[in-house]
């Protein structure tokens, strides 16, 4: 069992920047592939970044390519989302998930445990 607690979320303004942290409880984390996905209001939930095991491979949305950085330090248990030029668009409640094999993928039924998720308004 896994428990994901994101922090790190608030209101920024467009341009701003914003680092999600995503805390996970357990010895086994490094043997997990993690996950972002955001949902915006009205609309569905969908994948933004994901990090194998290591660090060693990662995968970001084309709409935050270049943007948003996912990274993780498995000593702390922890998997950072570090965000950058945010737009309104990036507006929604971003939600930490764990996979339970070494590399990541982009749906959210790969996922095996969710976070509770951290809100994020990007006013303009």
């Known amino acids: 069992q896994v428990q994901l607690v994101e922090s790190g979320g608030g209101l920024v303004q467009a341009g701003g920047s914003l680092r999600l942290s995503c805390a996970a409880s357990?010895?086994?984390?490094?043997?997990?592939?993690m996950g972002w996905f955001r949902q915006a209001p009205g609309k569905e939930r969908e994948f933004v970044a994901a990090?194998?095991?290591?660090?060693?491979?990662?995968y970001v949305t084309d709409s935050v390519k270049g943007r948003f950085t996912i990274s993780r330090d498995n000593a702390k248990n922890t998997v950072y989302l570090q965000m950058s030029s945010l737009k309104p668009e990036d507006t929604a409640v971003y939600y930490c998930?764990?996979?339970?094999?070494?590399?990541?993928?982009?749906?959210?039924?790969?996922?095996?445990?969710w976070g509770q998720g951290t809100r994020v308004t990007v006013s303009s």
């Open positions: 357990g010895r086994t984390f490094s043997r997990y592939a």
């Open positions: 998930a764990a996979r339970n094999t070494l590399y990541p993928g982009t749906k959210q039924d790969e996922y095996d445990y």
């Open positions: 990090i194998s095991w290591s660090g060693g491979s990662t």
